[in-house]
C-alpha cells in the first residue's frame, strides 16, 4: 500500500494530457490529496493548494505521487533533483512513469539514508503465482471494453462510489497505473510476464468472504489485436460474476492501429461471456457504460436509449448520468458469492 | 542465433526426466549435436561420442548446452564449475534453466575474459514491439491445443521436416525453451512481458516473400485457465493462415489442473478459429496431432479414425504415423501468401 495521503507533483507541467494521472487521483480520492507542488505559476493548477514538501509533511503528507507522463518516459534532471528533496523533507514516492525510481541513483541513495519508501507503480509484484481457474468465494465484476481507453477505469470507480452509497460493501482493485494510483494498491497487469497474467488477477481480488464486491479495472479489449492476451487473462483470472461493458461511441478505429474497426457491441458482449465461462459459467452482463464526450446531449441519450434497448440492459455514460441503474441491476442479481 | 555445432550437457543426471530438453535437441538436429559430456560413466547416455570440453572444440564444437532440468531451477557448484571449465575450453554456453547464465559471477567473469557469449533462452530479447495485426506477406502455420503439453512442438518440427522431404521452403519458429535450443533461436513467448505477447510473435515470424512457410510453435490453450492469454496473443501474433489441433486421448484433467476437463475438440477447434479469425480472417484448420502414446495400436488407429471422420479432416499421430496427410492438406489448400 502507498502511504496517503498525498502530494501530487505538477512541477513545470503545462499540458493537461501529462496530468491525467494526478487529475484522475484528485477527482477520485480528493480526500487523499492535500495539495499539489509546482515549480511556477503558469504550471497547470488542479485547484488543490500549493505546498511545498515541508508544508505537505507538516500537514501529514505521506507520499509525493510523480503522477506526470512526460515525453519518452525518462526523468529529467529537474524532476529527479525534486524527488531527491521530497525525500529530504520526509515524503515517500511513488512513480507511474516509465522509467523506474529505484534506477535512479540519487533517488535510490536519498531513500535509503532517510527510510523512505519507492512505490513503482508499472512493476509488478515480485514471485506472482500461476492462476488456476478453481471458484473462490467472493462477488465480482470486471469492466470489458470495445478497445483500450473507452473509460473502463472511470465506470469501474463510478460502480465503487454507488455502490458504497448503497452502504454495499465494494473496492476498486486496480490493473493500471492510474487505477494503482487512485486505489493505492494493485498489480500492473500488463507488466506481468506472460505466464503469470491470470494469476496476478487472482492474487488481486482473492477469495472474500464479506458478501463485498470485487470491481476489477479491465484493460485492453478482447478484439485489440495488440492486447487481447492481457484481456483474456485478465477475464479468467477476475472469474467475474458480472461483466460491465464499455464503450465509446463513433470511435473511428481501434486505439493506435488506423483501419481496425471495433467490433460491434454485440459480437463483443458474447465473446467476453463466452470466454469469461471458462472460471465462471454462470458470468452475466449487468449493462452497457458508454463515454459520450464526443456527441451532444440529445444524441448522447438516443444512443444510450438505443443500445439499451437492442441488447436488453442498462446503458449509461457514468460522466453524464452515473451508473445507478447498471448498479441496481448488478445488485439485483442472485449472485451466491460463495464457491 | 546460438552457435552450433553443440556439445550436449548430462553431467550426472540419471533421471531421464532431467535431461528432456537434450534428448529433444539430440533427436531433432542430430547434425548439430556433436557429442555429451557426462561425468560418470553411470549418467543418462543419449548415445552421442562423449567428449571432454577440449575434444569437443578439437572437433568443431561452438556452445555447450546445459539441457538439464535441475530440481528447483538452481544451478550446482558442479554445474557452474563444468560451465566455466567450458567457457575456459572455448565454447560458447545456452542455458533452458530458470537461474540465468549472466546471473552466476564466476560464468559472467569467465565469459567476459574468454569472449564467449552466453544465451539464456528462457530470457526474452529486450525491446520487443507491440503487436498491430496487420495483415503480413508470407505462409504461416501454428499449432493449437486442448492443453499444454500435448505435442504441439513435435508436431510442428514433424511439419518442418515432412515439407523440406517436400522440396517445400519451411522453417520452424520456436516459442519454448527446448523448441528454441533445437531451433537455436525464437522467442521465450509465456516469458515475455504481457503487453508485447502478439508483438514478439509477429516478430519472430514477420513479413516473408519466397512462397515458403513459417511453422510456429503453439503454447498453452485458449481453454487452460493459467495461461490462455498466452495462448490468445500467440495465435492473434501468428495470424496464421493455417491451425493443426494437438491433443492427448484419454488425459484426465488440464495439466497441473485436477478436476479441470479438456475441452471437447470440435469446440477447442471451433474456439480457436473465431480468435484467429481477427488477425487472419480466412484462417482453416489442417488437421488433428494425437499423441496416442498411452494407447494400444489398435486403440490408436480407431480413435484417429473417429476423429477424422467427425472433425472432416486428416488426423494422425505423429509419433507413429508421421504427419504427412496433414501435410499434404496444408499444401492443398490455395494460400496467396501475400498481404
Request: proline share 6%.
Amino acid at each position: 500500500m502507498i502511504p496517503a495521503p498525498y502530494l501530487l507533483y505538477i512541477g513545470n507541467e503545462t499540458d493537461p494530457l501529462s496530468v491525467k494521472t494526478s487529475r484522475g487521483l484528485a477527482y477520485w480520492r480528493p480526500q487523499a490529496c492535500l495539495g499539489q507542488y509546482r515549480s511556477s505559476a503558469s504550471a497547470i493548477s488542479l485547484g488543490l493548494p500549493d505546498l511545498t514538501f515541508a508544508e505537505a509533511v507538516q500537514r501529514g503528507a505521506r507520499t509525493l505521487v510523480l503522477g506526470v507522463a512526460n515525453a519518452g518516459g525518462v526523468m529529467s534532471p529537474t524532476l529527479v533533483s525534486d524527488a531527491v528533496a521530497a525525500l529530504d523533507a520526509g515524503l515517500n514516492l511513488a512513480s507511474g512513469l516509465h522509467a523506474r525510481l529505484r534506477d535512479q541513483p540519487e533517488i535510490r541513495a536519498a531513500a535509503a539514508a532517510k527510510h523512505r519508501e519507492l512505490f513503482d507503480v508499472r512493476e509488478p509484484p515480485q514471485r506472482l503465482p500461476i492462476g488456476t481457474g478453481y471458484r473462490r468465494p467472493g462477488r465480482r465484476l470486471l469492466t470489458v471494453g470495445t478497445d483500450c481507453s473507452v473509460g473502463k477505469m472511470y465506470t469501474t470507480l463510478a460502480i465503487e462510489r454507488r455502490m458504497r452509497e448503497l452502504g454495499t460493501a465494494a473496492d476498486f482493485r486496480a490493473t493500471g497505473q492510474t487505477g494503482i494510483l487512485i486505489a493505492g494498491s494493485g498489480v500492473p497487469v500488463d507488466a506481468v510476464v506472460a505466464d503469470f497474467i491470470a494469476g496476478s488477477v487472482e492474487q488481486l481480488a482473492p477469495a472474500r468472504r464479506d458478501g463485498g464486491w470485487d470491481l476489477i479495472e479491465g484493460q485492453g479489449s478482447l478484439f485489440h489485436p495488440s492486447f487481447a492476451g492481457v484481456s483474456l487473462g485478465l477475464l479468467h483470472g477476475a472469474q467475474p460474476d458480472v461483466i460491465v461493458l464499455c464503450h465509446e461511441p463513433g470511435r473511428e478505429h481501434m486505439r493506435g492501429l488506423p483501419g481496425r474497426k471495433l467490433p460491434p457491441l454485440a459480437v463483443c458482449l458474447q465473446a467476453n461471456l463466452e470466454a469469461a465461462r471458462l472460471t465462471s459459467p454462470e458470468v452475466v452482463c449487468a449493462g452497457v457504460a458508454l463515454n459520450t464526450a464526443s456527441l451532444s446531449e440529445a444524441d448522447a441519450r438516443r444512443v444510450c436509449s438505443e443500445v439499451s434497448q437492442s441488447l436488453g440492459m442498462p446503458c449509461q455514460d457514468p460522466v453524464r448520468d452515473g451508473v445507478s441503474r447498471i448498479v441496481d441491476r448488478v445488485l439485483s442479481f442472485d449472485i451466491e458469492g460463495v464457491a
